[in-house]
Every structure is written in C-alpha cells, then in structure tokens.
C-alpha cells in the first residue's frame, strides 16, 4: 500500500499489510462407510484454496492434512477406520507472490466438528461343503482330542439330483447381493465350487476378519422323506471352545430362524444346539449354521431350487440379520 500526502507534505511511505483470507465456515460433516463427507462455504476472495485437517483428537495432533483447490465446496475422505470418531477442521489459504516467491497465507482454523464413520457390519458367509468332501481329519475344536472329516460331501436333492454343494453357493450369491444391498460388508469363505477349504479354516475366514456374523449356509439330509423344514444349529452354553459366543449364537440363530419360516412360510424345525460341529467349535464370532430344508423331500427339494423361493430364503436370512444388528 503507498500513502501519498496532500499539500506542503513531500514524500511517500510504503507500508506493507497481509491479507490473509477469512475464516473457513464448514456447513456440514457426514458420516460415510470408513470416511466422511465435509461440506463448507467457498470463498471466492482472497482465497487460493483449502487446508482440511483431520485427526482422532481433538487437539489435532498426527493429524492428516488434505489440501483442496478453490471453487470445491465439499470434500470426501475415505479409507478410515470403522465406526470410529474424528475431528475435522478447516482453513482457507491465499497464494502470494514475494520477492519472486510464492508463499501461502493461512486463515484462522474453522471451528471444528466431530463425525463418527458409519458402524458397517461385516458378515461372513459359508457357502457350505465344496466340489469334492475332504475326508482327512482335523480336531474339532481348539486342542480337541477328537476329530472329524474337514469336509464332509454333503448331501444331495431327491428330486433335482442338484448336489448340496451347488445350492449352498447359489443361495449364497444371492444372499451377499441382497446383504451389501443393505449396506453390510460381506465377506465370502468361498465363491467357486473348486476349492478345498476345510470347516476349521472357514471359522478361521470369518474369525481372521473379525467378523460381527458367520452365517454358515447348508441344506438338510434325512432317511425320512418326509422330514421338512428349516432348523438352525448353535454351540451349547458349555461349550468349552466357544462357550463364550453362546449368547451371541444362540440369538443369531434365533432370530434367522424366527424371519426365514416366516418369510417361506415353512415349518419351524427349531433350533438345535450342539457342540460337534468344527465350524461352530473353532469360532471366535457369533455364529450359526442354518439348513434352509431338506433336500431328501422332494417337494421342498425343488422349492430350494425356485429363484422366487431363493429370493424368499434370501430375505428371511437378511431380515433375521437386521433384526440381529437391530438389538
Ligand atoms: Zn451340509
């Protein structure tokens, strides 16, 4: 700035201000999965862009900056952590040139907020059994004495000569469709029919992932052709493995069973609780195997291989998630 005086005054002074740019208003901040969106008043003057700072404290300290170029009024970070809470704050900068240098002039900090990231659910599912059984054996628990098959062959349809394997995997294709649909993150222990992945290293998927549910999918086998009906099955409370997942378990199971008969309106074959399973044993989530029904009665054989009924099954399971989640 140059001041030039008036009348018998002579001379000029040179005085130099620095403008720096106005405060940042940030409009909001929303939560997305493992992020968030913030949303802030542009500043069209005195202002080159943005400084967005965030930070799992709110001193800001190990904070994160992110600069952002002028006439973008929202910003969204990505690649956070789950259901966890944030602190953001912002400040307009302004690019000057100084001795043939460019420096950059910061506002004050905005005030800041805090956002929490969407709580995602991740659930595993099992596709159950695989193109061929694995008849080696492995413990059935932790330190188990006893042993059973990895992966047993599974049983197959009367009518639709469709093996268990098959029907597993199609029910659960569809299931983590209808799942992320929802807004779950889903993770599969097997998507081909070609893989040999033994009933311990299945709970070991979901367990590795932390996952919130395991939903081991599996269809029944009896002598009696008219045995039908869905039953889901969950460790005991004594379970010396996984006693400690009982309670968890046992409402999983409760509730998918509960939602899928009412959905298909099928018959409710209750819950069995037993602790032979390996799949059950070796899990450090919440789990539960649900056999949809049996495919040695040949009228609801079919019916498990009816798209329309697979999109009933499918929702009944994913009904009986929400209301898991829900509690
Ligand atoms: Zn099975």
């Known amino acids: 700035m140059k001041i030039t005086f008036l009348g018998r005054y002579k001379g000029s002074t040179v005085k130099k201000f620095k403008i720096n740019p106005r405060k940042v208003t940030i409009i909001d901040v929303t939560a997305e999965n493992k992020g968030f969106t913030v949303e802030y008043k542009t500043q069209s003057r005195q202002c080159s862009g943005y400084q967005l700072q965030y930070a799992k404290n709110s001193s800001f300290s190990n904070a994160v900056n992110v600069t952002i170029k002028q006439n973008i009024s929202c910003r969204k970070v990505s690649g956070l952590q789950n259901n966890a809470a944030y602190y953001v704050r912002m400040r307009a900068y302004t690019k000057v040139k100084e001795n043939g240098k460019v420096k950059k002039y910061y506002s004050a900090w905005s005030r800041k907020k805090k956002v929490k990231t969407r709580d995602v659910k991740l659930v595993c599912i099992d596709a159950g059994h695989q193109q061929r059984g694995d008849s080696s054996q492995e413990p059935i628990g932790p330190g188990a004495s006893s042993y059973k098959a990895k992966v047993a062959s599974g049983t197959s349809g009367v ?27 889903v993770l599969m222990t097997r998507t081909t029919h070609e893989v040999n992945i033994s009933n311990s290293a299945r709970a070991a998927i979901a367990n590795n992932a932390r996952a919130d549910a395991f939903i081991r999918i599996h269809a029944n086998g009896s002598d009696n052709a008219n045995a039908s009906g869905v039953i889901t099955i969950c460790q005991t409370p004594a379970n010396v493995y996984c006693g400690a997942y009982y309670n968890a378990s046992r409402r999983l199971s409760e509730l998918v069973l509960e939602h899928f008969s009412a959905v298909c309106g099928c018959k409710n074959g209750g819950i069995w609780q037993t602790d032979t399973m390996s799949g059950i044993n070796w ?45």
Request: charge should be negative.
């Open 159 to 185: 009518a639709t000569g469709k093996p268990e394997y098959q029907l597993t995997l199609e029910v659960a294709l569809k299931l983590q469709e209808e799942l992320m649909r929802r807004g779950y993150e």
């Open 283 to 327: 899990c450090t989530v919440p789990v539960t195997i649900l056999e949809m029904g049996y495919m040695t009665n040949p009228a609801e054989d079919r019916l498990m291989s009816d798209p329309a009924y697979q999109d009933k099954m499918v929702q009944g399971i994913a009904n009986g998630i929400d209301a898991y989640f829900a509690l």
